[in-house]
């Protein structure tokens, strides 16, 4: 196991490298020219323009460009946006924000998620099950934005609980609408994984024995029959929980939440190389250590599973 | 836990683990009927398969031809209905039935009309997420050690790729942007997701006792694979699968409205259900029927899934 | 400077502009005093929905709104214009003379000071000019210094600068100094008003990229705090010396995603003055807000230009076809219903507000006609291939009006029309710069100052910067050039009508519609009024008692 652990982490530094070569390379593709962008409306000045780019490094070639960021990222700088701040200044702000608002929403889609799933597949076919699917549903084809426009106009301006923007961004109870709404997408594919996974696993043998025994009925639930059925739920929850630490630029928009999403947006858009590579590098590590925790779980779950 | 030992140790040499709750291997596979043979009878006989499929036939005849359902342009806008003229439910079949969109067009005719493109992105997308992340989440799963390494590490930087990056990034390449291009970048963009479900999958079914019992009966690794593992591991990639359909019609219009999907003179479901979110405070019915079709399809998607997937698995005979 | 609204760019142009127009069409507001009466608290401070400065906050970098209106409120330089009435008056400056609109002497009010107490001299402004004009100190609005002598020695095109100092500027005494220009320019004094012509301290010079995070200025509010992504913070200046002393004790610049959730956040109480409706609540914001919605003209104008260098209509036999599908398209109907009444049908090419504002320059051929339409494209010999194509920028929220224009030239000629998105404004911006877009293109101009020069020679003259549809017109040409001539800004403004009336003859460029400005605000606050540019005057806003 030890050693697993630590050949897997061994590992990360190539892919690492390798994200943060496929990311720059990736920047530097996108159409338009970030230097000019910063006149917005107005033709820029040629000879500011000119002056700028220099200025920034954007006139050496793409290679010379990659080795100067390389160069700098293993001293860790992580380079300027284009406004002169450290990029790092940038995640600082923005990751806990996400991190926050992505917990709240993983927490949400687990628990409500396999519970629902759970109660559903031990009553496959029945009234819950089917109004399981009805609001599978519905999630999917709600688009988000209107689900949030939904949420803030019930909660915040009719019953008026909460704001309808996020105002503080350390305050939880804020976070919990925006979290929901995050979180509701996932929620189906969680209830709808658990289910299936819940109703096959209930016809196996080891759950006829277990009932044979005379276990109690919560025993053989939370022991037998959840414990065998979650590893395709814990396989989705994984990548899942990294792509809530990527930021969700919808729903971040609606709530006015400044986390990843938005900075990444609004970096990707204005096409700054150091500020998108900059996230992406902090978010490789989070999904490579999402990615190790689903396997290692894999072999707590079931022991069967083995890794040298 | 207790220390890990080499886990792909060949067939017959390893003891078979100890299986919590004392499961036994089942043998089913070993019938002479097919499995696939199987399962079609099975199938047959099921009401969920059978109303998935009528409905599932009606909206590729709406992609086939939309003509047949409607005469009316889907594409001419008359500002006076703009919104204006509700639908109106007893006018079965015609331009009026659902009513007008913001540029004062059918909504039912692009109801049908959007079904070509939404269908197609839909269907192609998750089909082609689940060959591609279904094999190499098999090979992973199925194989370990160094293989597993590669894929599963190979994933993890394809996972760390934005995908709004992605998508910009490789819809700019295309001069000409269609249906196959963003048919493409979606499957590009999403095949990571199905190979970790797959894989994780695959990795738990290996263990089971069948599986060894195959391989001590001395089964080929391709008949082990696809005979044995494949129709007990699909499950997770079916409910992802079906669920995901839906989301790529959605990502689709996502995509458009970034301006590097679809465009006019092309009509999806998922253009419409865009610029329908603008005004769903003025007029909800203009989303609710683009909406509506997504449902039906990602409905017919999940019942015939579940469907497929019980007939499949011989643990739920 | 091309814009349309939503986009932060766009806005970004408004704030680009300088603040009220000669025009007198505030009118049509149902803002102002009318709604007040509710007790005044001078120390309550109010929120305004903002966005992220993308520049260092020093005066001559801010070209987007974000960081353009809070330049605003943080400085003051020679001249504003009067919010009220759009009238240009002295700031900081006592009196600007000149008899040849090229020599300028200014004279400076004393007891003007900055933020962290050193006076305001005219040694603040020319070492301010001189440092902004500098190509190497990067500032992005650099060229707007270029009418003085000796820009090119501090700004070459090429290379490193010859000089730090421009040879035009000259400091006489603490309270003088004069300018001279390469030539006279009527209306160099409405560029003064542009906040790149701010004064700057002594402390600006130790390190300007510090003080770009926290500035210290003239104006009328004082910097308290950047919260970087979540809000700026000013506070009044009590011995601010200018004329609009504010009414209330500062500022919140809160940062919005999305106008989405500004206007709900304005509904609730939770912001207090509102920079512009999102589309999906224009229908309804008026019976949202009462008496405190806004709705009044704004100095900037929508238009889809040809591209009349390439290939389809290089042809100079092609001006019918052209005005031909300008009567293709049904103004009226499309600002009512798609544009929710959020602008105002364009029939000139020069927004109304600005000097020398004419009314129904382009005559019926900005009228919607089909029958007309078809006749004169028929004339005209048809449109190439009979199809054409609309580039726009999908970040920009355009795609509903690009769509319902489509749509009615469509119906009413035959022609085939389609939107053509790119997928944000510099993709768009590079592939017109560049000259390479094939077909028609989404254009659009926000003032930089109230004139229609602004409107005509720096879009339409040969090889002006924004002359994206590579126009060129001799007859145009001339009457810009004697217009620039002029000692007089009456007699520039005339000249340009003139010149005006050969757009229409040429039609390089079919003007759509004017920008209005649709905003509101909350209870929390009164007397919220909006200049012609859609800028808030921020001094004038009076907080409620609670």
Redesign the interface.
């Known amino acids: 196991?030890g050693r697993?652990v630590a050949r897997r982490l061994l590992?990360m530094i190539?892919?690492f490298l390798?994200?943060v070569t496929?990311?720059f390379f990736?920047?530097r593709?996108?159409?338009?020219?970030?230097a000019?962008?910063?006149?917005?409306?107005?033709?820029a000045?040629?000879?500011?323009l000119?002056?700028?780019k220099h200025?920034r490094g954007l006139d050496l070639s793409k290679w010379q460009q990659y080795l100067h960021y390389m160069g700098d990222l293993f001293t860790g700088d992580f380079g300027l946006t284009?406004?002169?701040?450290k990029v790092i200044?940038?995640i600082g702000?923005?990751l806990p924000v996400t991190i926050r608002l992505a917990l709240l929403a993983f927490v949400f889609e687990l628990v409500v998620g396999i519970g629902i799933g759970l109660f559903a597949g031990l009553r496959r076919g029945k009234a819950f099950d089917k109004s399981t699917?009805v609001l599978?549903?519905?999630l999917?084809?709600?688009?988000v934005?209107?689900l949030g426009?939904v949420f803030?106009n019930v909660f915040?301006?009719q019953l008026?609980w909460v704001?309808?923007?996020v105002?503080s961004s350390t305050n939880l109870g804020q976070l919990i609408l925006p979290a929901v709404v995050l979180g509701s997408?996932s929620l189906?594919?969680v209830a709808?994984?658990t289910r299936?996974?819940i109703?096959?696993n209930l016809?196996?043998?080891?759950?006829r024995?277990?009932v044979a025994k005379g276990l109690p009925r919560r025993k053989v639930i939370g022991t037998?029959l959840l414990?065998?059925s979650i590893?395709?739920v814990?396989?989705?929850l994984?990548?899942d929980l990294?792509a809530l630490m990527?930021g969700a630029?919808v729903t971040?928009?609606?709530?006015?939440v400044?986390g990843v999403g938005?900075?990444?947006?609004h970096a990707?858009?204005?096409?700054e190389g150091a500020t998108?590579s900059g996230?992406?590098v902090v978010?490789?590590l989070v999904?490579?250590f999402a990615?190790l925790l689903?396997d290692l779980l894999?072999?707590?779950l079931?022991?069967?599973?083995?890794?040298? | 836990m207790p220390d890990m030992i080499e886990k792909s140790a060949p067939a017959g040499e390893d003891a078979i683990p100890a299986q919590r709750g004392g499961a036994v291997a089942e043998a089913k596979a070993e019938k002479p009927r097919s499995l696939g043979l199987d399962a079609w009878h099975d199938l047959r006989k099921r009401p969920v398969f059978i109303i998935s499929a009528v409905l599932i036939v009606v909206l590729v005849l709406f992609a086939i031809a939309p003509g047949l359902f409607t005469s009316v342009d889907p594409r001419a806008g008359d500002l006076s209905k703009h919104y204006l003229s509700k639908p109106n439910y007893l006018h079965l079949f015609q331009a009026d039935w659902f009513g007008y969109d913001g540029q004062g067009r059918s909504i039912y005719a692009r109801m049908i009309y959007g079904a070509r493109a939404s269908m197609v992105v839909g269907i192609c997308v998750t089909a082609g997420v689940t060959i591609v992340g279904g094999l190499l989440g098999m090979a992973a799963g199925y194989y370990g050690g160094w293989v597993d390494t590669i894929i599963s590490r190979f994933t993890d930087m394809a996972f760390g790729i934005p995908l709004l990056l992605g998508a910009l990034v490789i819809l700019n390449a295309f001069q000409v942007r269609t249906v196959w291009s963003v048919v493409f970048a979606l499957v590009v963009l999403g095949w990571t997701q199905m190979t970790r479900v797959m894989r994780g999958s695959v990795i738990t079914v290996k263990q089971s006792d069948y599986v060894t019992a195959a391989k001590a009966l001395g089964a080929g690794t391709g008949r082990i694979m696809f005979k044995h593992i494949l129709p007990n591991a699909i499950a997770p990639v079916i409910v992802v699968a079906t669920i995901a359909l839906g989301g790529y019609i959605a990502a689709e219009a996502t995509l458009s409205f970034l301006g590097i999907g679809l465009q006019d003179p092309t009509i999806s479901w998922g253009i419409d259900i865009n610029s329908a979110q603008k005004v769903i405070r003025q007029a909800p019915f203009v989303l609710f029927f683009p909406a509506g079709m997504l449902s039906v399809t990602v409905l017919a998607f999940i019942m015939l899934g579940d469907a497929v997937r019980d007939a499949l698995d011989p643990k739920l005979r | 400077m091309r814009g349309a609204n939503q986009a932060k760019w766009v806005v970004a142009a408004v704030a680009v502009a300088l603040a009220a127009t000669a025009c007198g069409s505030n009118g049509g507001s149902s803002s102002g005093s009318s709604n007040g009466g509710g007790a005044v608290n001078a120390q309550g401070t109010f929120s305004y929905q903002s966005t992220e400065p993308q520049n260092p906050l020093q005066p001559a970098n801010a070209m987007e709104v974000g960081g353009g209106r809070i330049i605003k409120t943080l400085f003051k330089g020679l001249v504003d214009y009067d919010p009220s009435n759009g009238q240009l008056r002295n700031q900081v400056a006592d009196k600007i003379e000149t008899t040849d609109a090229q020599n300028y002497t200014v004279t400076l009010k004393s007891g003007w000071t900055f933020h962290d107490g050193t006076p305001v001299t005219a040694k603040s402004f020319v070492d301010a000019w001189n440092w902004s004009a500098n190509v190497k100190n990067n500032q992005i609005n650099s060229d707007w210094f270029s009418d003085i002598q000796g820009y090119t020695d501090v700004h070459p095109d090429e290379g490193d600068p010859k000089a730090t100092t421009m040879s035009g500027l000259k400091v006489v005494d603490d309270t003088h100094f004069t300018i001279a220009l390469d030539g006279p320019v009527s209306y160099f004094e409405y560029k003064l008003g542009y906040t790149a012509f701010s004064p700057l301290p002594e402390v600006f010079f130790t390190d300007p990229a510090k003080y770009g995070q926290s500035p210290v200025g003239n104006g009328p509010y004082k910097f308290v705090s950047w919260e970087h992504n979540k809000a700026v913070t000013v506070a009044a200046y009590d011995k601010y010396a200018g004329v609009d002393k504010p009414k209330n004790a500062g500022i919140v610049f809160k940062n919005y995603a999305q106008a989405e959730g500004a206007y709900k956040d304005l509904v609730s109480d939770n912001l207090d003055v509102l920079d512009q409706v999102d589309p999906s609540d224009l229908a309804s914001y008026k019976s949202d807000l009462g008496d405190r919605a806004v709705d009044q003209a704004q100095g900037a104008i929508q238009s889809i230009s040809f591209s009349l260098y390439a290939d389809d209509w290089k042809p100079e036999n092609l001006a019918k076809v052209r005005q031909g599908l300008s009567m293709a398209i049904d103004r009226d109907t499309i600002t009512k219903t798609v544009l929710n009444g959020s602008r105002q049908p364009a029939n000139s090419w020069v927004a109304p507000g600005a000097m020398g504002y004419k009314d129904d320059t382009c005559g019926e051929y900005c009228t919607f006609n089909p029958e007309k339409a078809k006749q004169l494209i028929t004339e005209g010999g048809g449109v190439p291939g009979n199809k054409i194509t609309v580039l726009y920028n999908a970040d920009g929220g355009h795609k509903e009006w690009v769509d319902a224009v489509c749509n009615s030239i469509r119906q009413a000629t035959g022609v085939e029309c389609v939107g053509d998105a790119k997928p944000d404004f510099k993709t768009s911006r590079d592939l017109i710069k560049n000259k390479k877009v094939d077909g028609l293109m989404r254009t659009g101009w926000v003032q930089d100052y109230p004139l229609n020069a602004n409107y005509l020679r720096d879009v339409f003259g040969t090889g002006a910067a924004a002359n994206d549809a590579g126009y060129s017109s001799p007859a145009f040409d001339q009457l810009a050039a004697e217009a620039d001539k002029a000692t007089s800004v009456e007699k520039t403004a005339e000249l340009y009508q003139q010149a005006e009336a050969q757009l229409a003859k040429d039609m390089p460029a079919i003007p759509l519609w004017y920008y209005k400005t649709t905003a509101g605000y909350s209870k929390n606050v009164q007397n919220v009024k909006y200049d012609s540019f859609g800028d808030p005057v921020f001094t004038q806003v009076e907080v409620k008692q609670k």
């Open positions: 196991m697993y590992q190539p892919v390798g994200t496929i990311i990736m920047t593709m996108l159409p338009g020219d970030p000019a962008a910063m006149w917005g409306d107005k033709a000045d040629p000879a500011q000119a002056a700028f200025a284009m406004n002169n701040r200044d940038v702000e923005a699917l599978t549903l519905l999917i084809s709600i688009p934005p209107v426009f803030q915040a301006i008026g704001t309808p923007t105002q997408i189906a594919y709808r994984l299936t996974s109703a096959e016809k196996a043998d080891y759950m024995t277990a037998h414990r065998n590893i395709p814990i396989t989705f994984g990548t990294g990527g630029i971040e928009g609606i709530f006015n400044q938005n900075s990444l947006y990707i858009g204005r096409s998108v996230f992406v978010l490789v999904f490579l990615s689903v894999y072999a707590v079931d022991p069967r599973i083995r890794y040298a």
